[in-house]
């Protein structure tokens, strides 16, 4: 059993929810940790690179401290015995793991790093003598495996210490632990085993060829493994590997008219099928379930046409619960998997439901929940009796968030007459005529933006008086398989246009100032918005870029290995001559010369996925241009910025640069 408040449904897509684990790790944090000067002046510390940025006074971080001190809680892990958990939280700057005995419990931590520690988190199967975990360095992203042992409370390194690995996914029997690795070539992801208490153990079973692969299941007499090859997030194949042999064979057919994704996989009980998302003859990915013998594919969920996100059967195989993205609104089913007719309940709080997983009794099942009114908390469901608990109740920083505003979807046609969908949050009533507006682009470019607690953006929206929009724009999931593709290759720009719509559509709502308007985002959402700096600088009013790419080219080029084969799927291969000119020719940092309106440009030093050179030559270039170029880079970050020091001198600089361009 698998829990992670991070997790994707293909490796392609492992980091597409970037914005929403940016603004998780924002409400996360509870410790004040920066210098204040007795100037009254905000110090960076050592490890922060700033150009550009004016000295920011200690009067705005004492009026965002409210918004800056607030908490959540991740499920992480059900004990394999008691009713306890392992979550993940914080009370300083980093996220560590904390155990919870019971519902309402203090929360006691257990690691303490100057990385967060989140991912890969699991006990042993058995008896929960200890726990495994997933860390980096610096957000390098080359995680390495560790046991934590809960009789002497001593850490072990299990892996190398120089790869990237995948978390761990135990074996019925507990004894063994099978996941990927880099460690051959820094390229390819090969599967290894391992007993977590004999580290000597660990060996290579299977050598692989790709980037995408993903350890998903054990067969429930361990003699066999499924993985998921991901091609991008369009395509992805099952295989089950034969343990004893180290072989692999096919599960799910190849060479289809039609590209085909299959999601994370669970073996049924009695081992003869596999559970799995798919959008196989459909346009969005439903529940399936697949006969090994046969390899007959059975949907099971094709009165839902959303896209099934996440799901896990039962210990005992007879219940299966799944959540279900329905247009940006996420909710939780169950499943009778005998029957396979749906068990309705009616009494769940209204939020964003993730993170699903079984207590080993069969009966509890914990999951995630936020929603604009309510940080992240965890809750479970005994599916028994219908009585949902909440085990964690986090901090607002003393807020009370009852009156926050809840989204309202919003509707614009692009230039081919294609509805685009978005969600908007508006400022409180006592902000009165137009109102500037901040559009926040998300990451991906596959991924979603979804409705959830907003953390430290209510200080825009509450103090501020600013309108947040939220675009998905053409190529983000939850809105079809035809929808997700209409951005590939040679169709980016159709997605540069979407936002072109967006701003016109502004410039019709009268209660907008379509003067004042701010464009901002990560990761791909970072590129979205140099595109907007350049594309659109007649229309905005400043731009802020968080470790975004750009140039594709450039990107594909220094993006790690195992990344490059993903990544070209979805944005062209940079290796063909003409794909290489039509990538170049929409570069931002080829269009930098129309970059006249001030740029703050936010990068880690150690980021895998969007290279350092990419944000450094976007800022010598806009330089030359002479309007404001603000520059920010932690030297112990990588692909955004998560420890509390580090996001709170972010955030008071985006607040300070908001302050002199957009609202001013």
């Not at 929960?128 to 080359?142: E, L, R, V």
């Not at 299990?158 to 004894?175: E, I, Y």
């Not at 051959?184 to 000597?200: A, E, H, Q, S």
Request: proline residues 5%.
């Amino acid at each position: 059993m698998r829990f992670s408040a991070y997790k994707t449904l293909c490796l392609a897509t492992a980091y597409i929810l970037i914005m929403k684990k940016l603004l998780l790790a924002l409400i996360l944090f509870s410790c004040f940790s920066l210098s204040l000067a007795q100037t009254a002046k905000i110090t960076p510390g050592d490890n922060l690179v700033t150009e550009g940025i004016p000295q920011i006074p200690a009067s705005l971080a004492e009026d965002v401290s409210r918004y800056t001190s607030g908490r959540a809680a991740n499920i992480l892990g059900w004990h394999p015995a008691r009713s306890e958990m392992l979550i993940a939280t914080h009370f300083c700057n980093t996220v560590q793991v904390h155990q919870v005995k019971f519902p309402g419990a203090s929360r006691r931590q257990l690691t303490f790093f100057n990385d967060n520690v989140s991912e890969g988190v699991s006990y042993e199967p058995q008896k929960g003598d200890y726990f495994i975990f997933n860390k980096d360095t610096g957000g390098d992203q080359n995680y390495q495996i560790y046991r934590y042992d809960f009789t002497t409370g001593n850490v072990t390194l299990l892996t190398d210490g120089k790869s990237k690995n995948s978390p761990g996914v135990w074996s019925k029997s507990g004894n063994l632990m099978a996941y990927g690795s880099t460690r051959r070539n820094g390229n390819d992801v090969d599967l290894y085993l391992m007993n977590p208490t004999t580290p000597k153990s660990d060996r290579m079973l299977l050598e692989l060829e790709g980037g995408g692969w993903e350890v998903a299941d054990w067969s429930p007499d361990d003699r066999k493994i499924l993985l998921v090859e991901n091609i991008s997030a369009n395509e992805s194949y099952l295989w089950l590997v034969d343990v004893a042999r180290g072989e692999k064979s096919l599960l799910t057919p190849k060479n289809q008219a039609e590209k085909v994704f299959y999601g994370d996989g669970k073996f049924s009980q009695d081992g003869k099928g596999v559970y799995v998302t798919s959008d196989r003859a459909s346009e969005f990915k439903r529940l399936a379930f697949i006969e090994i013998a046969t390899q007959r594919f059975t949907p099971l969920t094709d009165k839902i046409n959303w896209d099934v996100e996440d799901f896990e059967p039962s210990p005992a195989g007879h219940l299966l619960a799944f959540v279900v993205n329905e247009n940006g609104v996420t909710k939780l089913h169950l499943l009778d998997t005998d029957t396979r007719k749906e068990r309705p309940f009616n009494n769940l709080p209204t939020g964003y439901v993730f993170g699903i997983g079984w207590h080993k009794n069969g009966t509890e099942l914990a999951f995630n929940l936020d929603s604009a009114r309510s940080p992240q908390d965890i809750y479970s469901l005994d599916t028994k009796t219908g009585k949902v608990t909440r085990w964690t109740n986090s901090e607002t920083g003393g807020i009370n968030t009852e009156n926050f505003v809840e989204p309202e979807q919003i509707r614009w046609k692009s230039f081919d007459d294609r509805v685009i969908t978005g969600f908007l949050y508006r400022p409180p009533a006592r902000f009165t005529g137009k109102r500037p507006v901040i559009i926040d682009i998300h990451g991906g470019p596959e991924a979603q933006f979804q409705p959830y607690y907003m953390g430290r953006y209510n200080y825009y929206l509450n103090e501020l008086g600013i309108v947040l929009i939220f675009p998905n724009i053409r190529g983000s999931s939850g809105f079809g398989k035809t929808f997700l593709k209409l951005d590939n290759g040679l169709l980016r720009e159709d997605a540069y246009k979407d936002i072109g719509a967006l701003l016109e559509w502004i410039e019709t709502r009268p209660e907008l100032d379509a003067n004042r308007v701010m464009v901002t985002g990560a990761s791909y959402g970072g590129y979205m918005t140099l595109v907007a700096a350049t594309r659109y600088a007649n229309r905005i009013r400043c731009a802020v870029d968080i470790v975004g790419p750009s140039n594709l080219v450039t990107f594909l080029e220094n993006t790690a290995g195992y990344r490059k084969d993903l990544r070209r799927v979805e944005y062209g291969d940079d290796r063909d001559p003409d794909i290489r000119t039509f990538l170049e020719g929409i570069a931002p940092i080829n269009n930098v010369s129309k970059i006249v309106k001030p740029l703050f440009v936010i990068q880690g030093k150690n980021d895998p996925i969007v290279p350092l050179s990419e944000s450094e030559q976007m800022v010598a270039a806009a330089r030359k241009n002479g309007a404001p170029v603000w520059y920010l880079m932690a030297n112990d970050e990588g692909h955004g910025f998560f420890k509390k020091s580090n996001s709170d001198f972010q955030f008071y600089a985006t607040v300070l640069f908001i302050k002199e361009y957009l609202l001013n």
